[in-house]
């Protein structure tokens, strides 16, 4: 069973930068996708980004330009770098991994507050 922990959220002004961390624990052997996802009040849940094992990268159309998918060495421990942050990004932002058996992993979320 593989575990997640998420940080880095929290409240920034508009046109400023934020980067979060998930980091992966447990049963792991090999984590074919890792991503971030993102909820926004009264919102469908949406793909922000992810990273393939082969890395691969894929972002949604709405952050390309601003936010990067990176993740570690290990492959492990996966980071969005998000910039030029608007009120519209605002949202609780969950990390999902994806195993060599496509059993998916949720963490539990973390809110980024984008205002003045």
């Known amino acids: 069973q593989v575990q997640l922990v998420e940080s880095g959220g929290g409240s920034v002004q508009p046109g400023g930068s934020l980067r979060l961390s998930c980091a992966a624990s447990?049963?792991?052997?090999?984590?074919?996708?890792m991503g971030w996802y993102r909820q926004a009040p009264g919102k469908e849940r949406e793909l922000v980004a992810d990273i393939t094992s082969g890395g691969e990268r894929n972002y949604a159309d709405s952050v390309k330009g601003r936010f990067t998918i990176s993740r570690d060495s290990a492959k492990t421990t996966v980071f969005l770098q998000m910039n030029s942050l608007k009120p519209e990004d605002t949202a609780v932002y969950y990390c999902k991994v994806v195993d060599e058996f496509i059993r998916e992993t949720w963490g539990q979320g973390i809110l980024v507050t984008v205002s003045l």
């Open positions: 447990g049963s792991i052997f090999s984590l074919n996708v």
